[in-house]
């Protein structure tokens, strides 16, 4: 049986992982290459890099991040954060990344998605959406936001989902961006929509603060892998911690 | 100190430095090559794959490396092929309606069923079904990392030497003399990924 995945994000910006409420007051957490180390021995599944300074040097130090995790650590890895053409994946992919992530840049141009499907297959193309909650009519609905949640774009999130897996998604990485940072649990009604939409796996982020919060995006959510990142770098929660947790709760996890 | 003994087949795609790195892990210095006596003179060739069928068999065509993998093969030589790298071996695939292969194992590639999510992205497990030296010190039901749309049918069903559940019960380890191919990848499936090169290796160069 497949089993559901549990990421740690480590959010990187001048060869730092830092951490923050909405990209508000950030805190610097760790050394990138001892983290990933670290999660790889304690049984993460992936791990996640989001260049969020997004910056030209940010990305030369991003490169040789994926490097050197990618000498000591035999799982995939996800490099994310300013991504806009090809030839930036290729950049990351040759680096060691097996994914990359791309988000603004997919929205300002959907023809990236086709192209980089094209160039390194769809496994190699995540799509990255930021949703925030409007309620349309009583109904709730969520718009895609992009430039790190700062810009609404009027886009339907679930419509955009499906756009995104038609023109080539391998996965999508689905962020609420009302829940992110806070701790208080994922959307699952957004996670479960987008999931129930689309053919392709979906990764849960935002707002994990507990193990229950991870297990209820997997299991009501529908999620087929969960992102989290201030419970596990605050060391609140283990890694291992939280997959046995969600193992005696039935859910199948690799141990 | 390069080791010529190993060759990692560098045809213009595929996932070289995560095999590469794997393979430096556990010790060895292993030559990614895309030169066919290198790869005919190593006495362990490993053949990373990612990506879609048609691509890659252009690439082997093109670069002669098609015809070095059915030398490998018919001479019966140590070779370790990956996801897309073990289904080229076989007939054809219906991967883009339908791709002829390298065709030096009987039988086709599907696409996998209804009912699951496709693509099959993430850790599940490896059911051993035969005794092999590839297995050496890794559990039964141990979960490998796979991500792929096709899986490998052969003919000969002896050639099945492990299986996994998606939607189908499925082919996920091949073996057939010195052929070991496997569906996931062994570069990113953790400590029991390095094992089964380690072990492949082992064989190969002992």
Known sequence: ?255 | MRDDRIAIIDYGAGNLRSVANAITKLGYQPRVTNNPDDVLGAAAVIFPGVGAAAGTMHSLVQSGMSEVIRQLISEGRPLFAICIGMQVMLQGTEEGGWQECLGVVPGIVRRLGSGVKIPHIGWNQVKQRVAHPTFNAIPDEANFYFVHSYYVDPDDKTVIAGTTEYGVSMCSVMIKGNLVATQFHPEKSGEYGLRMYANFLHMALS
């Open chain 1, 1 to 255: 049986m497949l089993t559901k995945r549990v990421i740690p994000c480590l959010d990187v910006t001048q060869g730092r992982v830092v951490k923050g409420t909405s990209f508000s007051d950030l805190r610097d957490v760790g050394d990138p290459v001892d983290m990933a180390a670290f999660y790889y021995k304690e049984g993460a599944d992936e791990l996640v890099f989001l260049d969020i300074g997004a910056t030209p040097e940010g990305r030369d130090t991003m490169v040789d991040v994926v490097k050197r995790v990618s000498e000591q650590v035999f799982i995939p890895l996800t490099v994310g954060g300013g991504l806009r053409s090809t030839q930036d994946m290729r950049r990351m992919l040759e680096a060691g990344a097996d994914k990359t992530a791309i988000n603004t840049a997919a929205v300002l141009n959907p023809r990236l998605i086709i192209d980089g499907a094209k160039r390194f297959g769809s496994q190699c193309i995540v799509v990255a959406i930021d949703a925030k909650r409007v309620i349309s009519a009583g109904v709730p609905q969520w718009e895609v936001c992009t430039h790190g949640g700062r810009k609404p774009t009027g886009i339907d999130a679930v419509a955009w989902a499906k756009q995104a897996v038609v023109l080539g998604a391998g996965e999508l990485l689905l962020t609420s961006w009302d829940a992110d940072g806070h701790r208080t649990g994922y959307d699952i009604e957004l996670t479960r929509i987008i999931s129930g939409s689309v053919v392709v796996p979906v990764i849960a982020s935002g707002g994990a603060g507990s193990p229950e919060h991870l297990y209820q995006v997997l299991v009501d959510g529908k999620a087929d892998a969960v992102l989290a990142a201030s419970i596990f770098h605050y060391q609140v929660y283990s890694v291992r911690q939280v997959k046995d947790y969600l193992a005696e709760r039935g859910v199948p996890v690799r141990r």
